[in-house]
């Protein structure tokens, strides 16, 4: 077993010390600088994955997320030092004035140090979440991917997928429960209905079952509005369930499958040419008609030179029974909410990673 890091004497009498207490310094050194600095319930920002390189990733991210937030939301505005009250104005004033005013410099300090987009440790690998402060995480993610579906511009090199994240709780079913149920109103209250799909994806985390929160989520939009049915191929929205060790981020989005399931890399690929699939497709059978015919030609010439004739004649014009297609869903019965939320849910994990 190693033995425990000691501090160890400077020339000077003094002791140095460890590592673990420089990184613990830092690490409050951050924190004092304004806002949290790890994922945690109460945030909402965007969650982005990457490939192996997280920092070059977040270059990029600041960089995109400023340009379209710029666009906006306007730029972000900063206060001068000059521009901020002075303790010195208010020497003469009573000592509670002065009090108040000192607290209000204080805030005041704190609030200039927060940004509008702030990273934060995830707690995952190839995982990125930007916290986001005065915007609206959904609109924004939309408003980009929209632009490069349109332009077909490739911005991105390091980013794969960028998930807006509208909140995030604990990772327990009965606290994502209680948070799903006012969460999910804006969208799927009465009078607002719409056809859904639940998405889920779990990292560092093996205390939550996933079928039991896909059941769950489905049964509160339900619960909400009757009216709500699920679908699985072009859905009106999609309820994001990320999970990483013990927060629950959750979003919902628009336009999922059309923004090829919100990756930066897909959605500025332009769509294949259906016409030269189906010549392709075309050529193909073509060809597999042609080989079929030379190899009729070639067993009816050696038919003629054997002159074989069968014993059984009927043999020849037997052919193989075809087994009756096999009809899904007899008696025309639907399958439950839950189930069908389940299967596309998990059609869905391995493209969230």
Known sequence: MA?????????????RKGKAQYVLAKRARRCDAGGPRQLEPGLQGILITCNMNERKCVEEAYSLLNEYGDDMYG???????????????????????????????????????????????SGANNVVFIRTL?????????????????????????ILRMLPISGTCKAFLEDMKKYAQTFLEPWFKTPNKGTFQIVYKSRNNSHVNREEVIRELAGIVCTLNSENK????????TVVV???KAVCCLSVVKDYMLFRKYNLQEVVKSPKDPSQLNSKQGNGKEAKLESADKSDQSNTAEGKN????PENTEELGQTKPTSNPQVVNEGGAKPELASQATEGSKSNENDLS
């Not at 033995?3 to 002791?15: D, E, I, L, V, Y």
């Not at 005065?134 to 390091?158: A, F, S």
């Not at 699920?230 to 929205?237: K, S």
């Open 230 to 237: 699920v679908d699985l191929t072009n859905p009106q929205y």
């Open 134 to 158: 005065g915007i609206e995480p959904e609109k924004l993610v939309h408003h980009i991917l929209q632009d490069m579906y349109k332009t077909k511009k490739k911005k991105t090199r390091v």
């Open 306 to 309: 054997n002159q074989q004739v």
């Open 75 to 121: 730029p972000e505005k900063f206060t001068d030092k000059d521009q901020q009250p002075s303790g010195s104005e208010g020497e003469d004033d009573d000592v509670e004035a002065a009090l108040k005013k000192e607290v209000g410099d204080i805030k005041a300090s704190t609030e200039l140090r927060l940004r509008r987009f702030q990273s934060v440790e």
């Open 242 to 244: 990320e999970i990483i």
């Open 3 to 15: 033995a425990p890091a000691q501090s160890t004497t400077q020339p000077g009498g003094g002791k």
